[in-house]
């Protein structure tokens, strides 16, 4: 090896080690030679690119909780994980927009609920972490909404940071005593998750010349971002209330009745479709025509016997609309009953909802969690319920 010497435009001779090759005369570049005059050192090199790891943590869902007037419901942040997330993943965050505390007290609107990888600051539940194992059953950062029937609707901002990446995702809390308060318009999704073809169904997605299929879009469109530990944050977004067999929904914000192997809310029980309500599609229905325990068996009286009750610590306990029950179908359930796991004791069976059919007194619609039908029946019918409150 030797140096090679070669005038610069101002006249300097940078040095040049070069290598002649054995089997021929060409000059391979090794490197660069001292300065001028056989000595120095070689140029600064720039430093190397330093790629960034990616973030563990994607998306935290926003969500809605309905207030109580006694019974304290569940508002949760729960994230969406990159698929190939290395573990431990840890992901810090602070909430504002309503003040909260270590349990319900007046002027407290929430606390984080206690959960052995969850951190919050004790006097105010306002910042902490969540650390996610692999195996990590609890996998999301759940708020208790306090009772407040006079409180106003509250937006929170929920600020998080995994070390990597950050966002905010809110959550609204809607107050029970509000008079002026709409039906929500947010709603899940159909909870289909593959995609068909012209001959075959449940394939990935997307399929060629096939765009745009229901798996593809909405909530579901993103139920690929499944992270570890079998869970997603698409269609669907439920908690069971702690202490209780309720179900809040997340999306929603609606809670949902939980039903029980027996008594009052037994999930084999049956009741006729009776209103005495002035939207009954001009027949009050039939009375105590089903099989039930605790109550006489109508919905009318089941609506009762769950209020006077105070179920799960709530008494505005109500029949749901038909797009409000068809709202919890499953769609893409492998089997009966078509509805979430998070909802127990659940049959494979016809529920009422307290729509009248129009154009006939004597109907009402009812859901079919066998098929995730929409279905008239008639009021004399016994069909099974699950009560919903909030709006």
Request: charged share 10%; aromatic share 6%.
């Amino acid at each position: 090896m030797r140096c090679l010497h070669t005038a610069n435009k101002r006249g300097h001779a940078p040095a040049i080690m070069v290598r002649r090759s054995l089997i021929g005369t060409a000059l391979v570049l090794l490197s660069a030679c001292g300065g001028g005059g056989g000595g120095g050192s070689a140029p600064a090199q720039p430093p190397p690119v330093v790629v960034p790891p990616p973030p563990h943590v994607l998306a935290v869902n926003s969500g809605v909780a309905i207030q109580g007037l006694t019974g304290e419901a569940v508002l949760s942040f729960r994230p969406a994980l990159l698929a190939a997330a290395t573990y431990p993943v840890g992901m810090s965050f602070t909430i504002t927009g309503a003040t909260g505390g270590i349990a319900c007290s007046p002027g407290v609107d929430f606390f984080v609920v206690a959960a052995s990888n969850v951190s919050a600051t004790p006097a105010a539940s306002t910042t902490g972490r969540l650390t996610l194992d692999a195996g990590s059953v609890n996998r999301q950062v759940d708020l208790a909404i306090c009772s407040g029937a006079g409180s106003a609707d509250k937006t929170l901002s929920f600020a998080w940071n995994d070390g990597n990446a950050s966002g905010v995702a809110s959550g609204l809390l809607r107050a029970s005593a509000s008079s002026t308060l709409e039906l929500s318009k947010r709603i899940n999704d159909t909870g289909i998750t593959t995609c068909a073809s012209l001959a075959a169904v449940g394939l990935a997605c997307p399929q060629v010349g096939l765009a745009g299929q229901d798996a593809e879009l909405g909530r579901d469109g993103t139920a690929a971002i499944t992270g570890q530990g079998g869970f997603r944050v698409s269609a669907f977004m439920l908690t069971t209330l702690p202490n209780s067999s309720c179900v809040q929904d997340g999306v929603t914000g609606l809670v949902w009745e939980g039903k029980t192997a027996s008594g009052l809310h037994s999930a084999n029980a049956t009741y006729t479709w009776r209103s005495a309500a002035a939207a009954n599609g001009g027949a009050i229905g039939t009375g105590n025509g089903g099989v039930c325990t605790g109550s006489v068996c109508d919905t009318d009286a089941f609506v009762a016997a769950a209020n006077s009750e105070r179920t799960c610590g709530f008494s505005d306990w109500r029949l749901p609309h038909a797009d409000e029950l068809s709202g919890i179908v499953d769609s893409g359930a492998s089997a009966a009953p078509t509805i979430p796991a998070a909802f127990a004791n659940q049959a494979a069976a016809t529920y009422w909802t307290d729509s009248p059919k129009a154009g006939d007194s004597a109907g009402a619609w009812a859901v079919d969690f066998n098929s995730g039908a929409v279905t008239a029946q008639a009021k004399s019918t016994a069909n099974r319920i699950r009560l919903v409150r909030g709006r």
